[in-house]
């Protein structure tokens, strides 16, 4: 069973550069969400959709911007990278946005801005 | 605001030796709660939640976890550890509705055979 697909796995990027994170999920789930994590940190909302055709900023949306056309894929877009961007990017998915539903997370990428 | 303390950065337990990681959480209403496990270079696994009813839920991997609601608590336990339990762990929680999910910072668990 696939889940949550991210690709790249792994990127070095230049500063200024853009960059598309992808993700694609198979369990027709409506949320999906987008997350960064840093050492000490934990994980830090960055962009959600509650559905498709609907996107709304998280904790910390600067920098960054998200498109939900369909059900399946929910990329993540750094539109001019620095190196404050450096972290683990995981993407995650839940049946609905409601509160009690658990999240299934994707591997994650990594990404280095240098 | 809504949010999620986990006081322990490391947690060291002995192989066979019951195991708690420590969580404490500030929402407004009921509590949506939340544990996943981090296995390195993984994306973070869905342990168990607390919804309502029953304050003691039973997740995978014989893990369960007590709610509090007294002193707002979550902690996460296990009768008997393995080393293969070694990881990172977060604590979550978030309001009824459609509010986000906030994450403890987590909490490294090493169990030595």
């Known amino acids: 069973t696939a889940g949550i697909t991210q690709a790249p796995t792994s990127q070095i990027l230049a500063a200024g550069r853009s960059m598309t994170l992808r993700c694609t999920q198979d369990?027709?789930?409506?949320?999906m969400y987008w997350y960064r994590q840093d050492l000490g940190l934990g994980l830090r909302l960055i962009h959600y959709?509650?559905?498709?055709?609907?996107?709304g900023k998280g904790e910390v949306p600067d920098g960054y911007s998200v498109s939900r056309a369909n059900t399946d894929d929910f990329p993540l877009t750094l539109a001019s990278a620095v190196p404050s961007q450096t972290s683990v990017y995981f993407c995650?998915?839940?049946?609905?946005?409601?509160?009690?539903?658990?999240?299934?997370f994707g591997d994650g990428t990594r990404l280095s801005i240098l | 605001a809504q949010s999620v303390a986990q006081p322990e950065d490391q947690v060291n337990v002995a192989e066979g030796n019951p195991l708690t990681v420590k969580c404490t959480y500030s929402?407004?209403?009921?509590?949506?709660l939340f544990w996943y496990v981090q296995y390195p270079n993984r994306g973070l696994q869905f342990l168990l939640k607390?919804?309502?009813?029953?304050?003691l839920v039973k997740g995978s991997y014989g893990f369960e976890a007590e709610f509090n609601k007294s002193q707002t608590s979550f902690h996460l336990k296990k009768p008997s550890a393995l080393v293969s339990d070694s990881a990172l762990y977060f604590c979550?929680?978030?309001?009824?509705?459609?509010?986000?999910?906030?994450f403890g910072k987590g909490t490294r668990l090493s169990v030595i055979a």
């Open positions: 929402v407004s209403g009921n509590p949506y």
């Open positions: 995650a998915s839940s049946v609905t946005p409601s509160g009690n539903q658990p999240q299934h």
């Open positions: 959709s509650n559905t498709a055709g609907t996107t």
């Open positions: 369990m027709r789930h409506n949320a």
């Open positions: 607390y919804i309502t009813g029953d304050n």
């Open positions: 979550a929680v978030r309001q009824s509705g459609n509010t986000p999910l906030v």
